[in-house]
């Protein structure tokens, strides 16, 4: 009996111990400090700013602003930026745009979801060496290999499975508040420098003939050119994709204020027009009555 109860004695303490361990292992598991998961990485910073890597490569070396001829980036540069965009809505596609303080650039990505891990807000380090810089019809865009089976080389996207090589995360929530242009100031932005970066304009309204539009064309996919203007009478246009999944909704018909990253758009004449490409329906905050 006497050495019945201390096997029993035995097993009991033994199950407490193991649960206690258990219960140990597993809060050691998921409860890290916040500052530990949401931080920059140690040690990583950026070597160069967006607008010192731009004067670099798009005068320096070859002259990328004006020719459709990739530049392969050989030295150790790092630059580090803010996610100002992602893919969640589809209205920008398998592209991480991220600026700093001077500007912004975009890397094309092979890969899609990409707001899963570098949503807006997210700050990353792009380690470009080994990378191709490359001038598509006026835009910046930074990728892994130069596709020559077109008519024209193309830049073809950091694999999924090198992204990590090149895009290092770092801390998330981020805050970005966009700079207050006019149309005016639009309309006449340095094309480099001021390219992918966010921006508000203020007291604007769609115009009377686009008021029956959508964003887009969803049914054939195609792209939509909505335009706004102020009070000035200046316009510009809001492009979204037809694959965005707020395409076939109406436009706002009120004004206020538009918030999305200034793009570049280059027509068949060969003229760049300089537009805002909107991340969601949410940057299209018109709650005012119209003019």
């Known amino acids: 009996m006497k050495s019945s109860l201390i096997n029993k004695v035995l097993i009991t303490l033994t199950a407490a111990v193991m649960a206690f361990a258990v219960s140990s292992c597993v809060k050691d598991k998921f409860s890290a400090p916040a500052a530990l998961i949401n931080a920059d990485p140690s040690g990583m910073q950026a070597t ?25 980036i050989t030295d150790s540069i790092i630059l580090s930026g803010v996610i100002n ?12 745009i991220l600026q700093d303080a001077t500007g912004g650039i975009q890397v094309k990505v092979e890969a899609t979801g990409l707001y899963n891990e570098y949503p807006i807000g997210r700050r990353v380090f792009i380690k470009c060496k080994g990378l191709y810089l490359y001038n598509y019809l006026g835009t910046l865009e930074m990728g892994s290999y130069i596709d020559t089976t077109g008519p024209q080389p193309t830049l073809g996207g950091i694999p999924n499975t090198l992204l990590s090589t090149y895009v290092v995360k770092g801390a ?19 094309q480099l420098y001021e390219q992918s970066t ?43 994709s037809g694959y965005a999944n707020f395409a076939a909704v109406p436009v706002a018909q009120g004004s206020g204020t538009l918030t999305g990253i200034f793009t570049i758009y280059q027509k068949s004449n060969g003229t760049f027009i300089n537009q805002i490409g909107i991340r969601d329906t949410t940057d299209v905050q018109f709650s005012s009555p119209r003019f």
């Open 198 to 240: 966010l921006i508000q304009v203020d007291s604007v309204e769609f115009i009377d003939g686009d008021l029956g539009l959508t964003y887009s064309d969803p049914f054939n996919k195609a792209f939509g050119n909505i335009t706004f203007t102020e009070r000035s009478r200046n316009t510009a246009v809001v492009r979204s």
């Open 172 to 190: 998330s929530g981020v805050p970005l508040a966009p700079v207050k242009y006019t149309i005016a100031d639009l309309n006449n932005a340095n």
């Open 48 to 72: 160069m700013t967006t607008l010192q890597f731009k004067n670099r490569y798009c005068f320096g070396v070859a002259h990328t602003l004006d020719s459709s001829r990739p530049v392969l």
């Open 85 to 96: 965009a992602d893919d969640k809505t589809g209205n920008f596609y398998k592209q991480l």
